[in-house]
């Protein structure tokens, strides 16, 4: 290998080569998509993006997932003031650079975002529940990184929020080191944009409750994560697996996904818990709502067999409540919830990936829509009208790697 031309010329070497590029001296201009207020078309705008400050990187956005989160986002049901804001939490990238004292990624690294970049220090943090981080819920709710300012302006200078600490409907993001999660370049970024969220929020669901080979599982709902709950479900051997969802293409979906019976919903909560109850002889150890919705968590509920566990994944819009017969407590039933699949997520998404690398876990398969950052809204009401499985923003074709 030729030597350096620095080294040529009498110049100590940098230590490392690729993480000696400069970190930006002034902001980036870039398009990203901004929701401006709920009810008002997410559209595509210049905007700023300052430099990476300590503790922090600058990734070239390849591809983004777009996720319910994004649209509760979008229709105010979520995020109370948070705006106006760079929208996209389910992402992939390049590190183009880093700020002071970043050691665990390099520039040139492939990775995933991470929107709860866990800081270590908290009683949640301490307590390894880190997905549960405090400082990250508590900057993250009022969209701005974990020093509590934001990195990005409007044409207009006014302050943009980072949508979930992350903001990746964009041409590039910063974000905090804990949200950049390595990943091995095998892997097509435009795959590798769904680890960040619904893959590991799925999957780590099912870890979560313990599912065990040969129990019997229903999911409500098979969007994004639902699919992802059903990959896991089947990977941690459960049985039945009995997917439900007002979408025949995603039933269909989560047949190939692994479900062995399908309950198209629509026609009466009573009768989806009926056919559930009839072709698992009586209901399920397990059972996982993807909606959010008290119907369906109620149904999630009603579908256990005495001793059943009901997962909640499913966001539901703050102020949205539950009722359920407390008689049936006596039958050792619970419910409970999990939230980003309820682990370490760098330490989650490195056995995930390792999966993928095996050809156990398919990450495309779920994606039903390739489309451009100007069509996050057509996107969005794709998500409002229950179509399509998962949408996935690609942002630069040939690094996302799509059609390689
Ligand atoms: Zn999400
Ligand atoms: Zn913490």
């Known amino acids: 290998m030729p030597a350096p031309a620095t080294e040529a010329a009498g110049v100590a070497a940098p230590a490392v080569g690729p993480a000696a590029a400069p970190v930006p001296s002034a902001a980036i201009e870039m398009r990203a998509a901004v929701l401006r207020e709920p009810g008002r078309p997410v559209a595509v705008e210049r905007v700023l993006l300052a430099p990476p400050r300590r503790g922090e990187v600058l990734v070239r956005v390849a591809a983004a997932g777009v996720c319910h989160s994004d649209l509760h986002l979008a229709d105010g049901q979520l995020g109370g003031g948070r705006w106006p804001m760079v929208l996209g939490h389910e992402g992939a990238g390049v590190v183009e650079a880093v700020g ?83 990943l091995p370049a095998s892997i097509p970024l435009w795959q590798a944009a769904l680890l960040g969220c619904g893959v590991v929020t799925g999957i780590g669901a099912v870890n979560r409750a313990g599912v065990r080979v040969g129990d019997r599982v229903c999911v409500i709902g098979c969007g994004g994560v639902g699919l992802q709950v059903i990959a896991g479900a089947r990977l941690a051997g459960a049985g039945t697996v009995v ?3 007002t979408d025949v293409a995603k039933l269909e979906l989560a047949r190939r996904r692994g479900a062995t019976h399908a309950v198209l919903a629509g026609s009466g909560a009573d009768v989806v818990v009926s056919e559930v109850l009839a072709v ?23 579908v256990l067999r005495p001793g059943g566990t009901a997962t909640v994944v499913g966001l539901a819009p703050v102020g949205v409540e539950v009722s359920l017969p407390a008689i049936e407590f006596l039958a050792e039933k619970t419910i409970t919830g999990s939230y980003y699949g309820s682990s370490d997520v760098h330490a989650a998404l490195g056995r995930l990936v390792a999966l993928v690398a095996d050809g156990r876990l398919d990450l495309g398969d779920v994606v039903s829509d390739l489309i451009g950052l100007d069509e996050v809204e057509a996107a969005l009401q794709r998500l409002r009208s229950g179509q399509g499985a998962r949408s996935v923003v690609v942002i630069d074709e040939a690094l996302a790697g799509v059609g390689a």
């Not at 990250?136 to 200078?157: E, F, I, K, Q, Y």
């Not at 990746?168 to 950049?180: D, I, L």
């Not at 698992?280 to 149904?299: L, N, W």
Request: aromatic share 6%.
């Open 243 to 245: 997917a439900v969802d």
């Open 280 to 302: 698992t002889d009586g209901g399920v150890e397990h059972a996982f709502e993807v909606v959010g919705s008290p119907v369906t968590i109620r149904q999630a509920w009603d």
């Open 100 to 182: 002071e004292d970043v050691v665990d990624v390099v520039p040139g690294d492939h990775v995933a975002f991470c929107f709860v970049p866990s800081c270590g220090a908290c009683a949640a943090c301490r307590g390894g529940r880190r997905t549960l981080c405090e400082t990250a819920a508590l900057h993250g709710v009022a969209g701005m990184l974990m020093d509590g300012t934001s990195r990005l302006r409007g044409s207009d200078g006014g302050v943009l929020q980072h949508g979930l600490m992350v903001a990746c409907f964009a041409e590039y993001a910063v974000v905090p080191v804990a949200g950049a999660v390595a």
